[in-house]
C-alpha cells in the first residue's frame, strides 16, 4: 500500500520560532508537492520539487523554504513563523507528467500563537 | 494559462438522494482533470481521472464524471448518496498545480 507519511498531525508553535515540517514517501516517486489548506481557498501550492536537491516555488513561497536530500523525504520550513502561518499543510507525492494522481499524507495542522 | 473554478462552495443533499458537484476549467491544451475526496481530518485522495477517450469516468464509491470540451466542464455526480459520502471535493487540471476552491458536500439523514 503506497504511503505518504507526515511528522506531526498536530503542532502548535510560537510567533518567531523555526519550524520543520517534514514529509516521506515510500513510492520511488520524483515529485514532492507542499500544500496549504485554507477555508474558502482551497489547496494552494508552496513549493515543490521534481528531483533531489531541486526545489520551484510554487504560488505562495513568502516566509517558506524547502529541502530535499534525498529521493524520499521532502522537508517545509518556517524561517520565523507568524501567525498568518496558521493552517493545515498537505504533503503529496506523484511520477512526473501531470497525467499522474498525486498521493497525499494525512497532513500537519499547525497553530502558530 | 490553467485555473479550475468549483461553483458552489457548500452543497447540502438529503441522504440517497443525486448529488453533482460542478466544475469548470480553462486551458487551451489538452487537459487532464482529476477529481479528489478529502474526509475530515484527512488528506486527499483520487477519486477519477480523465485522461482521453471515453468522456464518461467511473471511480470509486459510486462516482462518476463527465468530461464536456466545449462547455470545458468535468461535473462529479452520483446517484444515490450515503451519509459517508459527506466531505469535502477538489476538482484538479493536470493534478499537481490547478485545484479548485473545493465544494463541502454534507449529507443530510
Known amino acids: 500500500d503506497v504511503k505518504v507519511t507526515q511528522s506531526s498531525r498536530y503542532l502548535v508553535k510560537r510567533t518567531g520560532e523555526k519550524v520543520f515540517l517534514e514529509c516521506v514517501q515510500d513510492?520511488?516517486?520524483?515529485?514532492m508537492f507542499w500544500y496549504r489548506q485554507d477555508p474558502g481557498l482551497g489547496l494552494r501550492l508552496i513549493y515543490f520539487s521534481y528531483d533531489v536537491k531541486m526545489k520551484e516555488k510554487g504560488d505562495i513561497p513568502e516566509g517558506y523554504s524547502v529541502s530535499r536530500e534525498k529521493k524520499e523525504r521532502f522537508s517545509l520550513i518556517l524561517e520565523s513563523a507568524s501567525t498568518n502561518q496558521t493552517s493545515m499543510y498537505l504533503c503529496?507525492?506523484?511520477?512526473?507528467?501531470?497525467?499522474?494522481?498525486?498521493?497525499f499524507g494525512p497532513g500537519t495542522r499547525l497553530t502558530v500563537t | 494559462a490553467q485555473s479550475v473554478t468549483q461553483l458552489d462552495s457548500q452543497v447540502p443533499v438529503f441522504e440517497e438522494a443525486p448529488v453533482e458537484l460542478r466544475c469548470n476549467y480553462s486551458?487551451?491544451?489538452?487537459?487532464?482533470l482529476f477529481w479528489y475526496v478529502q474526509y475530515p481530518n484527512q488528506g486527499l485522495q483520487l477519486l477519477l481521472k480523465y485522461l482521453s477517450g471515453s468522456t464518461l469516468v467511473k471511480g470509486i464509491n459510486g462516482f462518476e464524471a463527465e468530461f464536456n470540451k466545449s462547455q470545458t466542464s468535468f461535473h462529479l455526480r452520483k446517484p444515490s448518496v450515503h451519509i459517508s459520502d459527506t466531505a469535502e471535493y477538489f476538482c484538479a487540471v493536470r493534478s499537481q498545480f490547478y485545484f479548485g476552491t473545493g465544494t463541502s458536500l454534507t449529507v443530510i439523514p
Open positions: 486551458s487551451s491544451v489538452s487537459v487532464y
Open positions: 513510492m520511488d516517486h520524483e515529485n
Open positions: 503529496a507525492s506523484n511520477p512526473p507528467g501531470g497525467a499522474y494522481e498525486q498521493y
